[in-house]
């Protein structure tokens, strides 16, 4: 894995070699094992390396492709290199220099193009290629979205790195928060591609090309689609016996976890003793000649510890198994680093034991397999059962629009002297607490058009009838695309398409990288999604319980005792932390003086809000999260 940073300068446009520097330094943890730089007439590319494959120089980026025309800064791994460098070998001998992914991805686009290229890779990735002959650049990123690339066009230039963080050093960019994108952070929990927490500053969408030349408009295409992809394993879909469906998941998934232990660093697998990574481990020790290193953490609150779980399933498939217990002091120590880690804010607390479990993973090895992406493409979580049941009956409710404006319209303290006798719905779709705050939030579902729009509010941060960002209402700027008929379908890949890779994998990549590791994951390969998409709905989700395939498959190899429960995993007591040990550092970032100081939010509503929270009268921990997030993310920059 590694960091990459490039500009093509331009009237307007100007980058000093120190700010260069300062750029590949401000991200550093991402490629700590080597470094280069490459300059030409306005083109500078820079590079960080974390070798995995190929550890010679021969690996050293930015590389040229053989007949030099093509220069690439490369972050990423192709799986599939080996079958490709053999392809382009018995089309016509090629001196290859080393035995690294990114030498046949540049020979490959050498012989191919670029488009064509990017058809046949399977890997994750994000790129900078400079052609010298056109003096064109072209930026790239993989499906899935698991790599990221940011950018920014200024007068004639562009700029590009892997993380904000390096555009923060290039003072020609001249960067400002944009407040329609914190108003759609408040509605996602991120800030949703294209778009940055920079004004004027992009991510690259999964799966996209973006060709620029100066003087001309950057022009974005899709390599590959998600919504063709999903068409056209729903029209293959076909009656399946159980049994039949499981050995050819086991194939694919075998095959995608095979190409992802390739390495020439030491590679083990993160094991919760959840259904995912059990999988993912029990296929790692079919495919491996010695025994495989799991890592697993445990917590000393037993609330949260899974460890012993985990440590029964290694037990079982014979693994090398490593566990560390954290504190509680150790986990609350994450916290004020989270605003520095992550280059936007992030709402999603999971990225404490994200980091944690990262962090001690690293001790042990360089690249780590993990479970992810079994829910979103399996329907694995337990809203893709429940938002349908909660549409179906919502549709059902006369004037449920206007009940939902009356509610708008009522102050909450009104509410909850009117409606105390409600604590009950309000305990079961909210958090605990006064009437009043939890019918207020939901109040907007009542105005849900559709499914995918209710799974849309419900999913919220900030509700859109209490608008955070003074002067802007409603911001969404999820991608929507292709409907299918099913709506376990619908949820699945509209959680495939901005879930996934807005929070999951930006999560993943920046706590993991804030360490140096690299991260793979198997249940993302290409073959293995398009799979999942051929199911029908009986073989992923039977009496409220999803994943049923991949439980089915797990089966064959570990009891199904030791991994059908309810999931706990570790969501802190942000409760009893923000109350307790957290109070004064949420109440510094929450205090008027530091909200006033961007005025991006309006101060009284998160006063009033904070306040409430103190008082026990609303228990919306992630709501709380939301805006802490934000303000630790801006203390870190001094904004």
């Not at 974390?50 to 791994?77: C, K, W």
């Not at 039949?244 to 995608?256: C, G, H, K, N, T």
């Not at 986990?331 to 709402?347: F, I, K, N, S």
């Not at 001690?360 to 399996?378: I, P, Q, W, Y």
């Amino acid at each position: 894995m590694c960091g990459i940073v490039g500009v093509v300068e331009g009237r307007g446009f100007e980058v000093p070699r120190a700010q260069m520097q300062a750029a590949l330094a401000a991200i550093r943890y991402r490629g700590p094992d080597d470094q280069g730089i490459w300059s030409e007439e306005s083109v500078t590319f820079g590079h960080l390396r974390l070798s995995i494959v190929d550890l010679s120089p021969a690996g050293h980026q930015p590389m040229f492709s053989a007949d030099e025309r093509y220069v690439i800064t490369y972050n990423g791994e192709i799986y599939n290199h080996n079958e490709l460098r053999a392809e382009l070998d018995k089309e016509s001998a090629h001196n290859w220099r080393g035995s690294s992914d990114t030498e046949v991805l540049l020979e490959l686009i050498s012989r191919r193009g670029v488009e064509a290229a990017l058809k046949k890779v399977d890997g994750m990735f994000a790129f900078a290629l400079w052609d010298r002959r056109e003096k064109r650049i072209f930026l790239a990123r993989d499906r899935f979205g698991e790599k990221p690339l940011f950018y920014a066009v200024r007068g004639e230039g562009l700029a590009f790195a892997s993380e904000l963080a390096a555009l923060e050093q290039f003072k020609a960019l001249d960067l400002k928060v944009s407040r329609d994108n914190v108003a759609r952070y408040f509605t996602c929990g991120y800030v949703p591609a294209p778009f940055s927490i920079y004004d004027g500053v992009f991510k690259l969408p999964p799966a996209s090309l973006l060709t620029w030349k100066a003087g001309e408009q950057a022009k974005i295409v899709e390599y590959w689609s998600i919504d063709e992809m999903a068409r056209g394993a729903i029209a293959e879909r076909r009656p399946m016996g159980m049994a039949e469906a499981v050995d050819e998941l086991d194939r694919l998934i075998q095959a995608s976890v095979a190409e992802r232990m390739s390495a020439d660093v030491p590679v083990g697998v993160f094991l919760s003793g959840g259904i995912d990574s059990s999988l993912v481990t029990a296929a790692m020790q079919k495919c491996a000649s010695r025994p495989v290193t799991t890592l697993t953490l445990g917590f000393e609150d037993p609330r949260f510890n899974e460890a012993d779980h985990a440590r029964a399933i290694a037990k079982h498939l014979g693994t090398n198994h490593i566990e560390e217990v954290v504190t509680a002091d150790q986990a609350r120590a994450v916290v004020t680093r989270l605003g520095r880690m992550y280059d936007e804010p992030l709402a999603d607390s999971s990225q404490i034991p994200t980091y944690l479990v990262s962090e001690m993973a690293r001790k042990h090895v360089t690249v780590a397999l993990s479970g992810d992406g079994g829910d979103e493409g399996f329907a694995g979580y337990r809203r893709h059962f429940a938002t349908p049941k909660l549409w179906h009956r919502m549709r059902k409710v006369p004037m449920r629009g206007a009940a939902g404006a009356v509610i708008n319209a009522t102050p909450v303290s009104a509410l909850n002297l009117g409606l105390g006798f409600l604590k009950g719905f309000t305990d079961r779709y909210g958090a605990g607490g006064d009437v009043g705050p939890t019918l207020k939030r939901v109040a907007p579902w009542l105005g849900a058009t559709s499914l995918i729009n209710l799974h849309e509010l419900s999913l919220e941060k900030w509700p859109s009838n209490e608008p955070l960002v003074p002067g802007i209402g409603y911001l969404n700027g999820r991608d929507h695309g292709f409907l299918p008929e099913s709506e376990i379908d619908q949820l699945c890949l509209h959680d495939m398409r901005n879930y996934l890779p807005g929070d999951i994998l930006a999560k993943v990549d920046r706590a993991s990288m804030a360490v140096s590791l690299e991260t793979r994951i198997p249940l993302l390969d290409p073959d293995v999604v398009r799979f999942a998409m051929t199911l029908p709905e009986e073989l992923r989700m039977k009496d409220a319980k999803g994943k049923l395939i991949l439980r089915e498959l797990l089966k064959r190899d570990v009891p199904q005792e030791m991994f059908d429960r309810p999931k706990t995993g570790f969501s802190p007591p942000l409760e009893s932390w923000l109350l307790g040990p957290l109070r004064e550092w949420a109440e510094d970032l929450l205090s008027p003086a530091r909200l006033e100081s961007h005025g991006l939010l309006d101060t009284q509503r998160v006063r009033d809000f904070w306040s409430r929270y103190q008082r026990g009268g609303t228990m919306e921990e992630a709501r709380l999260w939301s805006v802490l997030q934000l303000q630790s993310w801006m203390a870190a920059r001094s904004l």
